[in-house]
C-alpha cells in the first residue's frame, strides 16, 4: 500500500507538471531526483555494495521494460484524463495474474484465468474499438501496463538473489539515459519554484512506490498483492475532478467496475483455504 500511495502521488505530479513541461524533461529530472534520494538512503539497504549483481541480463530486460513502462504510461497521461489513464494502467495486475501463471508456474485456476479475461472484457468496453474512444495515447498506456506487469513478475524471480535497492535503482537508470539523448533546445523550460517542488515531490513518490512495491512482491504472490493496487483507482477518480474537473463518461464507470471486481476476485480466489481430501493429500481450491 506504501507502493500504492507513492504510485498515485506521482500521478498527480506528473499530470500537473505534462501539462507545461515536456515529456522527456519530466522523465529526466524526475529520474535525476530518485537517483539521488536511492543513493542518499543506500546505507539503509545495504550500501552501495548491495548494488552489485551477477544478473546483469535480467537488470537489463527490467531496465528496457522501465523504459516503456515510463514513457508510455506518462505520454497516455499527458493526454488522457487521469482516472482513464489509471483504469487503463491498472488492467497490469490482470497481466500479473497471466504472467505468474506463465512464468513462475504459480496456481492460477480457471476461475481466475475467468476473472482475468472478464477483466480485459470491461477493458474493451472501456474503450469501445471503433468508437473513436480508442487512441493511440490509450495504446501507450495499455503497453505500459505491459511493460509494469512484466517489471513485478521480474521482481519476484529476482527476489531471492537481488536486493531491494539493485531492483530500484538500475530500472532508473535506462529511463535517464534515453529522456537525455531526446532533450533538445525545444524541449527544454527552467522550471520555477512550483516546478521544482512538483518535480522534487515527483521524485520522492518515485521512490517510495519503487521501495513499496519490490517489497511486496518481494514477499508475496504477484497474483495475490496485485489487485490492492486498484485502490488507487478511488483516488485518482476523486483527484481528477476535483483538480482538473475531469468527469468519465459511463462507459468508463462501467469498465472500470468490471476491472476492479475481476481484481478483487482474484484476490479472493487467491485466499481460499486449503482442505484436506480423505487420502490426506492437500488440494488448494483456485
Not at 469498465?255 to 475481476?262: D, P, T
Request: aromatic residues 12%; charged residues 10%.
Amino acid at each position: 500500500m506504501l507502493g500504492v500511495v507513492g504510485g498515485l502521488l506521482l500521478d498527480l505530479f506528473a499530470k500537473e507538471l505534462l501539462q507545461t513541461y515536456s515529456l522527456q524533461q519530466f522523465i529526466l529530472i524526475r529520474s535525476l531526483i530518485a537517483i539521488l534520494l536511492l543513493l542518499s538512503i543506500a546505507p539503509r539497504f545495504g550500501g552501495l555494495q548491495s548494488l552489485r549483481t551477477d544478473e546483469k541480463a535480467w537488470h537489463l530486460l527490467r531496465t528496457v521494460l522501465a523504459i516503456g513502462a515510463m514513457f508510455g504510461f506518462f505520454y497516455g497521461l499527458s493526454q488522457m484524463p487521469l482516472v482513464n489513464a489509471l483504469t487503463l494502467g491498472y488492467t497490469a495486475p490482470l497481466m500479473m495474474t497471466a504472467l505468474s501463471a506463465l512464468f513462475l508456474r504459480e496456481p492460477v485456476g480457471w476461475r481466475r484465468w475467468a476473472a482475468v479475461s472478464t477483466g480485459f472484457v470491461g477493458t474493451l468496453i472501456m474503450l469501445r474499438p471503433g468508437s473513436g474512444a480508442f487512441s493511440f495515447a490509450a495504446f501507450a498506456v495499455l503497453v505500459a501496463a505491459f511493460c509494469y506487469a512484466c517489471q513485478a513478475i521480474t521482481a519476484r524471480r529476482l527476489s531471492s538473489t537481488e536486493s531491494t535497492l539493485s531492483l530500484s535503482f538500475y530500472v532508473v537508470v535506462g529511463p535517464l539515459i534515453i529522456s537525455l539523448g531526446l532533450l533538445d533546445g525545444n524541449s527544454w523550460m527552467m522550471p520555477d519554484r512550483i516546478g521544482w517542488i512538483l518535480l522534487f515531490g515527483a521524485g520522492v513518490s518515485s521512490v517510495l512506490a519503487w521501495i513499496g512495491l519490490v517489497n511486496g512482491y518481494r514477499a508475496a504472490s504477484p497474483a495475490l498483492l496485485a489487485p490492492f493496487e486498484y485502490t488507487a483507482l478511488v483516488g485518482g477518480a476523486i483527484a481528477g475532478y476535483l483538480i482538473w474537473d475531469e468527469k468519465p463518461d459511463r462507459w468508463v464507470v462501467i469498465g472500470a467496475l468490471i476491472i476492479v471486481a475481476s481484481g478483487i476476485f482474484v484476490v479472493y480466489r487467491g485466499r481460499a483455504p486449503v482442505s484436506v481430501d480423505v487420502s490426506g493429500d492437500e488440494t488448494r481450491h483456485l
